[in-house]
C-alpha cells in the first residue's frame, strides 16, 4: 500500500532564504509526482510535475527532484518571499491506476519578511 | 478562463439535510474526481469518472452519490448530511493516457451544523 510522508509538517523561515521540502513514498514504482501548493481556504495550485523518467524539474524559483530508488523527491524554493507562504503538498498516482492519487500529509511554510 | 470550477465556494446547511456540489471542466479532459479534505488537511479520493463512467469509488457511505452527465461536468449529492460530513470538497480533472497531471478546483467548504 502506498504510503507519502511530508516533512517537515510545519516551516517558518525569514525572507530570501532557500528551502528544502522533503517528500516520501513507500512503493518506488510510481508512475509520476506531482508538486502542489494549497494557499489558506483555497484550491490546489500545480506546480510541477515529474514522470517516473525524469531526475528534475524546475520552474522559476522552484527546483523538484525524483530518486525513485530511493522512494522520495525534493521540492527546492530558491530566494523565498513571503508569497511563497502556503502549503506544499505531494502525490503519487497508484502504478497502473493513474486516476487515483495518494496525497502526503503537506508541509506548511510560512516565509516572514 | 480555462479551468475547473465548483460551486457553491461555501455551504452552511443543517444535519439530515440534502445538498449538492457542482463541477464543471473546460479542459477538454476525459476523467474527473471528487476529494475530500478532511479537518486535518488531509486529502482524499471518494470518487473518479471517465467519460461518465464511475471508475473509482472508495469506500464512500452511500448518501454520497456522484453524477456525471457529460464527460465536462461531475456533481456530488449528499443525502441526509451528517456532522462528520464537515469537509473541503474538492473537483479536479485529468486527461487519461497523457503526462499533464490533474487540475484542481477551488474548493467547496462544507459545515453541517
Same mark, same amino acid.
Given at each position: 500500500?502506498?504510503?507519502?510522508?511530508?516533512?517537515?509538517?510545519?516551516?517558518?523561515?525569514?525572507?530570501?532564504?532557500?528551502?528544502?521540502?522533503?517528500?516520501?513514498?513507500?512503493?518506488?514504482?510510481?508512475?509520476?509526482?506531482?508538486?502542489?501548493?494549497?494557499?489558506?481556504?483555497?484550491?490546489?495550485?500545480?506546480?510541477?510535475?515529474?514522470?517516473?523518467?525524469?531526475?528534475?524539474?524546475?520552474?522559476?524559483?522552484?527546483?523538484?527532484?525524483?530518486?525513485?530508488?530511493?522512494?522520495?523527491?525534493?521540492?527546492?524554493?530558491?530566494?523565498?518571499?513571503?508569497?511563497?507562504?502556503?502549503?506544499?503538498?505531494?502525490?503519487?498516482?497508484?502504478?497502473?491506476?493513474?486516476?487515483?492519487?495518494?496525497?502526503?500529509?503537506?508541509?506548511?511554510?510560512?516565509?516572514?519578511? | 478562463?480555462?479551468?475547473?470550477? #465548483?460551486?457553491? !465556494?461555501?455551504?452552511?446547511?443543517? @444535519?439530515?439535510?440534502?445538498?449538492?456540489?457542482k463541477?464543471e471542466? /473546460?479542459?477538454?479532459?476525459?476523467?474527473?474526481?471528487?476529494?475530500? #479534505?478532511?479537518? !486535518?488537511?488531509?486529502?482524499?479520493? @471518494?470518487?473518479?469518472y471517465?467519460?461518465k463512467?464511475?471508475?473509482? /469509488?472508495?469506500?464512500?457511505?452511500?448518501?454520497?452519490?456522484?453524477k456525471s452527465p457529460d464527460k465536462a461536468h461531475l456533481n456530488?449529492?449528499?443525502?441526509?448530511?451528517?456532522?462528520?460530513?464537515?469537509?473541503?470538497?474538492?473537483?479536479?480533472?485529468?486527461?487519461?493516457?497523457?503526462?499533464?497531471?490533474?487540475?484542481?478546483?477551488?474548493?467547496?467548504?462544507?459545515?453541517?451544523?
Amino acid at each position: 500500500k502506498q504510503e507519502v510522508t511530508q516533512i517537515p509538517a510545519a516551516l517558518s523561515v525569514p525572507e530570501g532564504e532557500n528551502l528544502v521540502l522533503n517528500c516520501s513514498f513507500t512503493d518506488s514504482a510510481i508512475y509520476n509526482l506531482q508538486w502542489f501548493r494549497q494557499d489558506p481556504g483555497k484550491g490546489l495550485t500545480s506546480l510541477l510535475l515529474i514522470q517516473s523518467s525524469q531526475r528534475e524539474q524546475t520552474s522559476g524559483r522552484l527546483n523538484a527532484s525524483l530518486d525513485k530508488s530511493s522512494g522520495r523527491s525534493t521540492l527546492y524554493i530558491a530566494a523565498s518571499q513571503p508569497g511563497d507562504s502556503a502549503t506544499y503538498l505531494c502525490a503519487v498516482p497508484i502504478l497502473y491506476n493513474t486516476d487515483k492519487l495518494i496525497f502526503g500529509t503537506g508541509t506548511r511554510l510560512q516565509v516572514f519578511p | 478562463d480555462t479551468a475547473v470550477s #465548483q460551486t457553491p !465556494k461555501y455551504l452552511v446547511t443543517q @444535519m439530515g439535510n440534502d445538498k449538492s456540489i457542482k463541477c464543471e471542466q /473546460n479542459l477538454g479532459h476525459d476523467t474527473m474526481y471528487w476529494y475530500k #479534505q478532511d479537518s !486535518k488537511k488531509f486529502l482524499k479520493i @471518494m470518487f473518479s469518472y471517465n467519460n461518465k463512467e464511475l471508475i473509482i /469509488n472508495e469506500t464512500v457511505p452511500n448518501r454520497f452519490s456522484p453524477k456525471s452527465p457529460d464527460k465536462a461536468h461531475l456533481n456530488l449529492h449528499i443525502n441526509s448530511l451528517e456532522l462528520g460530513d464537515s469537509a473541503v470538497y474538492f473537483c479536479a480533472s485529468s486527461q487519461a493516457g497523457t503526462d499533464y497531471g490533474y487540475t484542481f478546483g477551488s474548493g467547496t467548504r462544507l459545515t453541517v451544523v
